[in-house]
C-alpha cells in the first residue's frame, strides 16, 4: 500500500486482557519496528522484523509482549494479561531494508494504535 | 550510553517569527540524525535527514537543520513559522549502518500563537 497501516487505531481492554495489534507494512519494505510511545515521552524501540525473521526483541518489557511476522510482510504484536502500565501510542515502522543507503534507512511510520488499559 | 536531548518541553512562538528547537545527543559513533513531526493522533511524519556530506539539510515545510559534530547537536530551524506549524517535533539518532533502531528525545511541543 501506499502507506504504513495500522489497526485498530483505539483499543481499550480490560486489565488482564489479551490484546493483538496489527500492522501492513509499505510493500516490499523488508524492516519492520516496532515502537512504543508513552504519554508526553518519545518512541521507543520494542522490536524489529528483517523480513520474518525477529532480529531484536530487546525492547520488549516483559514476556507479556510477543511480535510476529510470519510471512515477512503483515506483522501482530500481541499483549497478554494487559497492565495499566501497558497504556500507550503503539507506532509499526517499515524501511526498505538494511544497510547504508539513504533511502534504506528512513522509516515510515505509521498512525499508530493507542491501547488504554482500564 | 546512548541517548538524545531535547531540552526545551515547550516552545510558543508567534506566526510568522523564527523558531530553532533544541537537539544535543550522545552516541559511539558518527550516527544518522533525524527529525519527526507528529501531529495529534497522527503517526511520525519525517521532516529531514543527515546521513553524511553537507552539515547544512534541508527538509520539507521550509525547515532546515545544522550537524555540528563538535557539539554533538542538530538543532532544527525555520525562518518564518506558520500557524499549521504547531505540533511536536522529535529529533532521532540512528547508526550509520546495518538496521535503523531509533533512539528518539521526549520531544518538544510548538504552539503558535497568531
Known amino acids: 500500500g501506499a502507506g504504513v497501516s495500522q489497526s485498530p487505531r483505539y483499543k481499550v481492554a480490560k486489565r488482564g486482557q489479551d490484546v493483538a495489534l496489527r500492522c501492513d507494512p509499505i510493500?516490499?519494505?523488508?524492516?519492520l519496528f516496532w515502537y512504543q510511545q508513552a504519554l508526553g515521552q518519545g518512541p521507543e524501540f520494542l522490536t524489529y522484523f528483517q523480513n520474518e525473521a525477529q532480529l531484536d526483541k530487546s525492547g520488549l518489557p516483559s514476556d507479556r509482549f510477543f511480535a510476529e511476522r510470519p510471512e515477512g510482510s503483515v506483522s501482530t504484536l500481541k499483549i497478554q494479561r494487559t497492565q495499566q502500565e501497558d497504556s500507550a501510542v503503539y507506532l509499526c515502522?517499515?524501511?526498505?531494508?538494511?544497510?547504508?543507503?539513504?533511502?534504506?534507512?528512513?522509516?515510515?511510520f505509521g498512525a499508530g494504535s493507542r491501547l488504554t488499559v482500564l | 550510553a546512548q541517548s538524545v536531548t531535547q531540552p526545551d518541553i515547550h516552545i510558543t512562538v508567534s506566526e510568522g517569527a523564527s523558531l530553532e528547537l533544541r537537539c544535543n545527543y550522545s552516541y559511539g559513533a558518527t550516527p544518522y540524525l533525524f527529525w519527526y513531526v507528529q501531529s495529534p493522533g497522527q503517526g511520525l511524519q519525517l521532516l529531514l535527514k543527515y546521513f553524511s556530506g553537507d552539515t547544512l539539510v534541508q527538509g520539507i515545510k521550509g525547515f532546515e537543520a545544522e550537524f555540528k559534530r563538535s557539539q554533538s547537536s542538530f538543532n532544527l530551524r525555520k525562518p518564518s513559522v506558520h500557524w499549521s506549524d504547531a505540533a511536536e517535533y522529535f529529533c532521532?539518532?540512528?547508526?550509520?549502518?546495518?538496521?535503523?533502531?531509533?533512539?528518539f528525545g521526549a520531544g518538544t511541543r510548538l504552539a503558535v500563537h497568531p
Open positions: 532521532a539518532v540512528g547508526p550509520s549502518g546495518g538496521y535503523n533502531k531509533l533512539i
Open positions: 510493500s516490499g519494505h523488508v524492516s
Open positions: 515502522a517499515s524501511s526498505l531494508g538494511p544497510g547504508t543507503t539513504s533511502g534504506a534507512n528512513v522509516l515510515t
